[in-house]
């Protein structure tokens, strides 16, 4: 379980009132705080650790509950995939599917999702890492065709492993509209739990 120390936000906010509804607003009101240069862009900042996936968004450097777009259930973006029942009681949501769970439903080898990743090489080299990968970067390009942020940014252990996450920032670059493949800078932030 993540913990983040909430005392500097709210020493920060001086008399702002702050509000955090989640793990994920908690983690981008700490990206905020060290991050002052980019206080007034458009930023998706995702978490994705093996079986968990979570989004915050900010726009014009302000946090976003998510009431309209529902940032912070990207880890619930379904798609066609026979992975393991959500906790939301669906099927194919890609947090169930970036998971060492469902590459062991796709090929039977019994190694970590983290594990696959350090040996990483080429997507071409493990076909059930190649799709769980081609899923993530779907719904991370999909995420980013419909918000335009001018940030994402990937808060994650995978990205301890540089060859997997250019892998995975290439094939999402790749599903981006044309327009938004320039706009979309990507950020790796090495945020401790």
């Known amino acids: 379980e993540r913990s983040v120390e909430l005392e500097p936000v709210y020493t920060s906010a001086n008399s702002i009132p702050v509000t955090l509804e989640n793990d994920m607003h908690a983690l981008a009101a700490r990206w905020l705080m060290t991050h ?3 206080g007034k862009e458009d930023v998706i900042l995702v978490f ?3 079986g968990e ?3 915050a968004v900010l726009v014009n450097g ?3 509950r998510g009431c309209v777009i529902g940032a912070n259930d990207l880890g619930h973006t379904r798609f066609f995939a026979k992975s393991d029942l959500c906790y939301c009681g669906h099927h194919g949501c890609l947090e169930r599917i970036c998971s060492t769970s469902f590459l062991k439903k796709l090929d039977g080898k019994n190694q970590s999702l983290l594990e696959r990743v350090a040996a990483f090489r080429r997507l071409a080299e493990d076909p059930a890492l190649r799709k ?3 899923y993530l970067a779907t719904g991370l390009a999909n ?3 419909f918000m335009h942020p001018d940030r994402l940014v990937l808060v994650s252990p995978l990205n301890r492993y540089p060859l997997y996450r250019d ?3 290439s094939l999402v670059r790749r599903c ?3 327009g938004q493949v320039e706009r979309v800078q990507f950020d790796i932030w090495d945020q401790p739990s």
Do not use: C
Request: aromatic letters at 4%; zero cysteines.
């Open 53 to 55: 996936l979570g989004a």
């Open 62 to 64: 302000q946090p976003n």
């Open 143 to 145: 995420a980013a065709n």
């Open 36 to 38: 002052e240069a980019f």
């Open 167 to 169: 892998a995975l920032i």
């Open 48 to 50: 994705i650790d093996d």
């Open 132 to 134: 769980m990968t081609r």
């Open 176 to 178: 981006l509209l044309s």
